[in-house]
């Protein structure tokens, strides 16, 4: 049955599911589903309260949604071209203005301190008080800074990251930070590629958390290397994906020392205008696949999941993963409805204008 919840923001139940979902258990008794979002547009500008607050809706409103999208994962604290050093980011009253949770994220890379990004986090703290406090989630400090220093990070020019010694100190540093305040119950975890959570040259990391987000790309699985953790010897086609995201899920777990895992970024492109990914092919048609397949079959209502993405922000790259529509009010690019019987929360927000032009 679908419900119609547009107006409502609920956060879905934890479901006693077996394999993936149990892995992925956590200590409350929450589940959180929604998108990543940076600080900044397409058109290289900082987004604005209204920009955040436009995306919190649109993405409470998605058509056919299968449950509710409240919920998003931030990479910083601080405004985009802020005024001043530690300007918090705009999306903390959008987040407010729409009860949309947050699992905030700190910036790590290129820097010997997260000074700016804590005054950042604890300003906004100060201002909003209890009513943001209430939407946090969870902290993650840094974002794939140990994947930009791997070998593979630098082969493929992912840009500046850090070292494992300095994260724990970062994740010192916010511990101590939010003691005694109103986010001082909030866990805290840290966001990496599968490669890195596998390395244990990174394993202080993963004792220093509370939890582990992990990204996990199968369209990006080109290497060979890769081969050894994929039953089969396949490709990274569209057709492979579970396979692919099953086994990398799993390598993560294998690594989490029995800590929650989180995917706090997965999804398939619509669009590539670069160079090809192994056999991997970006297409509208593989993108809602992917969403069928790994969203709704194994992720949605089970795993705290970020889906990347829901708008698209980095202008750097020739691949483009947008859920919805370039003009956020166009609606998806396909039909978000998940197979009956895939185990996925109920439809909310029922239309029969399932979606929106498949380009932006």
Same mark, same amino acid.
């Given at each position: 049955m679908c419900k119609n919840m547009s107006s409502m923001f609920t956060i879905l139940p934890l479901l006693a599911m077996a394999g993936i979902a149990t892995a992925g258990r956590l200590p409350a008794k929450k589940i959180y589903q929604g998108f990543n979002s940076g600080n900044m547009l397409m058109d290289r500008t900082a987004k604005n309260e209204s920009d955040f607050r436009k995306e919190f809706e649109t993405m409470q409103s998605l058509p056919n949604s299968p449950g509710l999208f409240n919920a998003v994962r931030l990479y910083t604290n601080i405004q985009g071209y802020p005024k001043t050093p530690s300007e918090p980011l705009s999306a903390f009253q959008a987040a407010i203005d729409t009860n949309t949770s947050l699992l905030l994220g700190i910036w790590c890379s290129g820097t010997t301190n997260?000074?700016?990004?804590?005054?950042?986090?604890?300003?906004?703290?100060?201002?909003?008080?209890?009513?943001?406090?209430?939407?946090?989630? #969870?902290?993650?400090?840094?974002?794939?800074?140990?994947?930009?220093?791997?070998?593979?990070?630098?082969?493929?020019?992912?840009?500046?990251?850090?070292?494992?010694? @300095?994260? %724990?100190?970062?994740? $010192?540093?916010?511990?101590?930070?939010?003691?005694?305040?109103?986010?001082?119950?909030?866990?805290i975890g840290h966001v990496d590629t599968w490669t890195s959570w596998m390395n244990t040259s990174n394993s202080e990391v993963t004792e220093a958390v509370d939890w582990i987000g992990v990204d996990i790309y199968p369209f990006f699985e080109k290497d060979p290397k890769v081969r050894e953790f994929?039953?089969?010897?396949?490709?990274?086609?569209?057709? @492979?994906?579970?396979?692919?995201?099953?086994?990398?899920?799993?390598?993560?777990?294998?690594?989490? $020392?029995?800590?929650?895992?989180?995917?706090?970024?997965?999804?398939?492109?619509?669009?590539?205008?670069?160079?090809?990914?192994?056999? #991997? $092919?970006?297409?509208?048609? @593989?993108?809602?696949?992917?969403?069928?397949?790994?969203?709704?079959?194994?992720?949605?209502?089970?795993? @705290? %999941?970020?889906?990347?993405?829901?708008?698209?922000?980095?202008?750097?790259?020739?691949?483009?993963? #947008?859920?919805?529509?370039?003009?956020?009010?166009?609606?998806?690019?396909?039909?978000l409805t998940c197979p009956a019987g895939s185990g996925a929360p109920a439809t909310v927000n029922c239309s029969k204008d399932k979606y929106g032009p498949s380009t932006g």
């Open positions: 997260i000074t700016f990004e804590l005054d950042a986090m604890m300003e906004a703290i100060d201002t909003y008080g209890k009513k943001l406090a209430d939407l946090v989630i #969870a902290i993650s400090v840094g974002s794939e800074d140990l994947y930009r220093t791997s070998e593979k990070g630098i082969e493929q020019g992912a840009g500046i990251g850090t070292y494992p010694a @300095n994260l %724990t100190g970062f994740i $010192k540093d916010t511990r101590e930070r939010i003691k005694h305040t109103l986010l001082a119950d909030k866990p994929i039953p089969g010897n396949l490709s990274n086609t569209i057709d @492979n994906a579970v396979t692919f995201f099953d086994a990398l899920y799993e390598v993560t777990l294998d690594a989490s $020392k029995g800590k929650p895992v989180w995917i706090t970024e997965t999804g398939w492109p619509y669009a590539n205008k670069g160079n090809p990914w192994g056999e #991997a $092919k970006a297409s509208v048609a @593989n993108q809602q696949t992917y969403w069928q397949e790994i969203g709704c079959s194994k992720l949605f209502g089970r795993v @705290n %999941t970020f889906w990347y993405t829901l708008r698209d922000g980095n202008p750097d790259s020739d691949i483009t993963f #947008a859920v919805v529509a370039d003009k956020l009010d166009l609606g998806p690019r396909f039909d």
